[in-house]
């Protein structure tokens, strides 16, 4: 373990109340296993950059909070205000307001752009009108007829954001949002993240590009080896550089 | 051969893709929403037939039109929820056993129930005569009851079966029906967008699970209307469902594991296969050729499927990968 690891050790939780809470989070893919006691807490309306090297075992971790066919949960508590999330299923907790972005994206194939976009007001609560996410992302209204995986990855990254906001979101859970855009487009959609941010959701955000995670979040997660190997504000991550090099690499 | 013939045979194969596609239709459905073949499936249609003949004789046939497909459904949810759901992450091997077993396990059931022979399906007064199809300028005599309806082509009139085509316009009703259900409701949606990614559908809060479950009952329910219709044309007995299993998987098959339209083409070309080696077996005079179209209309819809999935292994509109 490194002397930066211990020193920085105690993973307090930022002041105020949780509103997420992870505890002991373990979770496997078949027998690989790859989330080995998670824990850390999220307050209402706080937006969390959660980091860590590749594999480290982020997306596993959010697809564990969502309560995804896989990897799946063996040990632990995941809480959603005094909600129960370890003890539902998969749309369960979407219900209950849990709603992932996958860093693949997974826009429905043979469906149009706005089929998408109904899809996801088909279950209750259902969140932003059709029409409130075309005026958030023009290029979605002018393409509403179009078969959504045609799109280009740009355009499918902003359909997976707007098909988040067409339900009524308590935790949003956003996988490498930028990942494999043009500058140009990750401007438009990092627009539309603050403007999320203006609303207030909770917000865990995974991101390869730590900078970028770290300019909205309000706070950081380093994860490593499938745990938490630090947990602070946004600036103490960008203002150490020992904790940059040790798990960031930037 | 002759265009009265052709067009005969033509109704004939028709009238046998009625009955693949509606048991096809439920097979590749099921196989496309959860991954599963039933090969159960013709013994759903056989248990419909039973049903039907047993409404028929007591209350009416109009009444076996209504109860058993809704019978059905609840048959093929019952069977979902209290037997395969156990089975969908278990190996297709296992699946096969399960669905086959329980397809036997229905068969010896009827016969010990009914007896090994077959069951009497007798038609509504309304079903029974023929219709007849009579070219241009053709005189008809008075004296010939029943339908009549105009076919250029036609040398003087010919006639088929009022049942049989009554076959055809259920079958294109129940696959418009289904068309309709999945391409503009938004049960439908869920549905399409499920078979193409179950878990994404499940994070946006459906129960996707609840609705494929639906799905196998309205499966069971068209194999319902099947039996119901297609059981005085194909007969009632314990062996029928095995018999109209193999050649309607054989349609899932060609047509593309999981694709709804490759099943309803397949369906059409397999019941015209059989239909036309029949006629020209009917129509040969060579000892030989006679011979051997005889033989062939054994084998034909096997030999159209090796055929097929030599040059297409993944069938005519089946997705790479499905079953290649
Ligand atoms: N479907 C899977 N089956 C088995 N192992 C997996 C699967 N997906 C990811 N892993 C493993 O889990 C670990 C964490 O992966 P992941 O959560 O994707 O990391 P990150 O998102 O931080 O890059 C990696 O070692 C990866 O190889
Ligand atoms: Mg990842």
Known sequence: MS???????????PAGEAFVRLKDVESYYGESYIVQGVTFDVKEGEIVALL????????????????????????????LGDQAVHKMRDWQAARAGIQLVPEDRRIIGGLTVEENLILAQTAEPVGWPVDRIYQLFPRLGERRRQEATTMSGGEQQMLAVGRALARDIKLLLLDEPYEGLAPTIVEEIEKAMFEIKGLGITTIIVEQNAVAALRIADSAVILDMGSVAYRGTAKEVLDNEELRNEYLAI | MEFNAFFLNFLTGLQL?????????????IFGTLGVVNFAHGALYMIAAYAAVLISR??????????????????????????????????????????????????????????????????PSWGSGQVLFYGLGATVPEAIPGLRIPMPGIEGFTFFPFWRLLLIGVSAIVVLGLFVLLQFTR???????????????????INVTQKFAIVFGLAAAIAGVAGV??????????????????????????????SLLGALVAAVLLGMASAFTTGFAALAVDPFMKGFLTALQQIVVYLVAVVVLLVRPRGLFGKKGVFE
């Open chain 1, 3 to 13: 002397a930066v690891m211990e020193a920085e050790r105690p993973a307090a939780a």
């Open chain 1, 52 to 79: 860590g090297r590749n594999g480290a075992g982020k997306t596993s971790t959010l697809k564990t909070i969502a309560r995804a066919h896989e990897p799946h949960l063996t040990a632990g508590e995941i809480w």
């Open chain 2, 17 to 29: 893709g009625a009955i693949y596609a509606l048991i096809a239709l439920g097979l590749t459905l």
């Open chain 2, 58 to 123: 007591s209350m009416g046939f109009t009444y076996a039109i209504f109860i058993v497909p809704a019978l059905l459904f609840l048959v093929g949810l019952l069977m979902e929820r209290g037997l395969i759901r156990w089975f969908y992450d278990r190996p297709h091997t296992d699946q096969i056993l399960v669905t086959f077993g329980l397809a036997i396990v229905i068969e010896e059931a009827l016969k010990w129930i009914f007896g090994a022979n077959n069951i009497p399906f007798a038609l």
């Open chain 2, 187 to 205: 049960f439908g949606l869920v549905v399409r967008a499920g078979m193409r990614d179950p878990q994404m559908v499940s994070h946006l809060g």
């Open chain 2, 229 to 258: 219709f297609g059981g005085p044309v194909t007969q009632v007995s314990p062996t029928v469902g095995l018999a109209y299993l193999v050649p309607s998987f054989l349609v899932v098959v060609i047509g593309g594991m999981g």
